[in-house]
């Protein structure tokens, strides 16, 4: 994060913003398949580029890439699958 605390766990969403900066989350600077030199920056097969990768987009590949801080602990298998779950829902 640009301030660099540690994304908050669970789903991002779209316009969510950090409570320490009150930067957007939902970028794809945050993303798990955002790799720069790849083809649009990104390992998912986007189908619309997305500029500017340090705004808020609506790109529904979107996962947190989580990094654990220290002291942090990383979601486990469940945890993961419950929110993706959820997600599904909207909620």
């Not at 955002?34 to 083809?39: F, Q, R, S």
């Amino acid at each position: 994060m640009f301030c660099n605390s540690p994304l908050p766990q669970g789903k991002i969403h779209f316009r969510d913003l950090c409570i320490d900066c009150g930067r957007e989350l939902h970028i794809c600077r945050h993303c798990f398949f955002y790799k720069p030199g790849l083809y649009r920056d990104c390992a998912e097969t986007v189908p619309d580029e997305v500029r500017d990768k340090e705004r808020m987009n609506f790109c529904e590949y979107f996962r947190p890439a989580w990094k654990p801080q220290a002291g942090g602990k990383k979601p486990s298998a469940s945890d993961a699958a419950r929110d993706a779950f959820s997600g599904l829902f909207g909620s």
